[in-house]
């Protein structure tokens, strides 16, 4: 894991080695063991990398990296997992053994695109990766980016220059990056919770979408084009092309589950410094434990996070899978006041307005981590892959029944939920929960059934699906009549052909919460302390073995995830498994009216809502009086608007 930056630009006076390491330090985070910079002034291209060294520790691993051709100079942030796998074809291709300097992944690389070419090879690679590659002969830049985005990179437009990093921090550090503020992003934003799509929250500064390449040549550069992205793998095309491999039975079907996620651990446990994982004593977790332990002869370092608040502490759960499982377990402790903490730093660690509150414990158990191992393994993207989303399970049933009702009965029902205040639920649930099994006992209980009310007034299951899926149903009421689209939440999600509801739902959440929040999180979360964390389910292999599995397989009699519940079923009781999901939460509605409080108080202040004058702010503050007030939970509606005043506090943005 590393970062990478640089600038290719007609005028090489703005793109010196100076500048790149400007850029470059920036990230320092990113990669703490080394660091370096390329350039080639008659080109007009430099390049800049921080490593954190995971593979071939020795110099012959540092970057940038040329090719033994001269051909190629690369600077590349992520793993190659199967790059042992590539060094036998290459040499089973070549019918001679290459002369390697090292072992790195990076090297492997730089001889597959010399034999193959870069779009080869990336169909052939298998990792997480974020890549920068100059070819001199073509004098041409290459930015490629892996399957499902696990590493984040950016690019944009300077004064007719093409600077791309990492995180946007570098991208700041170039002489006359503008950071304007692209305000067609916010409504998105505040729905979701974090910035979605290939636009950045800054104008003319874009993510390179998952599975893409960009070529940009010397002469695009000096004739002031502008390449678009070009797509070299597609989840969707993947997910119909394993749809249609052929019938299996049940008993094939959990085989090539287990042995293609078997061997995507395999490949992951490689490193060559200190390796563990995380461990919540969930579905995923526990199984990618499992399988680590089951192909380890030496117990493997598990890591769990306890909090002071037993209604989030799943510490014991993760010690008693442990413990049956016979790793090394650790226990790392954090206190309410070390996530308060945290806190503060959210605005310089995502670069972007980011609202999904569980980056607060994501960053304590990283950090915590780091103090004992350099590389995590995670179970990140078995709901999305094995349908592990309630509302996998419960949207078709209450669509089915929603949609043989009227619209206006429906609305009228919403209504009369609504009647009771969400705190009144919530001591409903306080009193009455007590006579249900644990199962049935719902957190936040009025807060679910207020999301219920208005998901019946939907006039579609996709806008059913969006309005779950959103944390702000109405977004556009926090904006100014000026500042909003006017767009549906069915307009955001396409339609698939060959899909059925539950699928299509699934593809929606790979496509979109998957990269756009869970990865962003973890990423930014982990490297914040120099940490890998790696996601074995984001292998093409195992990717291909969940969509080969008939939907009755993931989702069946009410409960998600089943075909993976069956293989961890025998290297874990299944009693130890079976109980509420609880998630990675913090108590946010508590923490607004007690400790954050005042950090809350001073960026609603009316000079701080001024600073985006695109926001409502009465209706922001009607909504923080009605919160500090128990009449509803609105705590993840103005987490998202305090997180954008505190992004907006920190990079001071210009404004359109």
Known sequence: MCGITGALSPNFGLATESTVRRMVGAV??????????WSDSDAGIALGHRRLAILDLSPAG?????SACGRYVIVFNGEVYNHLDLR?????????????RGHSDTETLLYAFREWGLDDTLQLASGMFAIAVWDREEQCLT??????????LYYGWVDGALVFGSELKSLQQYPGFRGELESEVLERYLRFG??????????DVFKLPPGSFLKVSLADIKSDKRPQPAQWWSAVDAARSACQSGSVSSEQALNNVEQALSASVKHQMAADVPLGAFLSGGVDSSLIVALMQN???????????GFDDPRYDESEHAAAVAAHLGTEHTT?????????DVVPKLPGLYDEPFADSSQIPTFLISSLTREHVTVALSGDAGDELFGGYNRYVWLPRVWSKLSRMPLPMRQALGRMLKVIPSSGYDRMMAVGGKALPSRYRIRTFGEKLYKLADVLACSSDRALYGGLASMNRDPEQLLKPDWRSGKSVEDLYPALAGFNQVEWMMLMDTLNFMVDDVLVKVDRASMASSLEVRAPFLDPGVYAAAWQLPLDMRVRNGEGKWALRQVLYKYVPREMIERPKMGFAVPLDAWLRGPLREWAEDLLSSSSLADLPMLNAGRVRRLWRAHLEGRRHYAQQLWAVLQVLAWQRYWRPGLP
């Open 62 to 66: 540092q970057q940038p990296m040329t």
């Open 332 to 340: 790392l402790r954090a206190t309410s006041q070390m996530a308060l």
């Open 143 to 152: 930015l490629a980016r892996d399957r499902f985005g696990e590493k984040p």
């Open 88 to 100: 036998k074809l290459l040499r089973a291709a070549k019918g001679v053994d290459t002369p390697w």
């Open 295 to 305: 192909q380890s002869d030496r117990k493997i370092r598990t890591f769990s996070v």
């Open 194 to 203: 974090c910035v979605g799509g290939q636009q950045s929250i800054f104008r």
């Open 28 to 37: 320092l985070h990113r990669g703490p063991d080394d660091g370096g910079i």
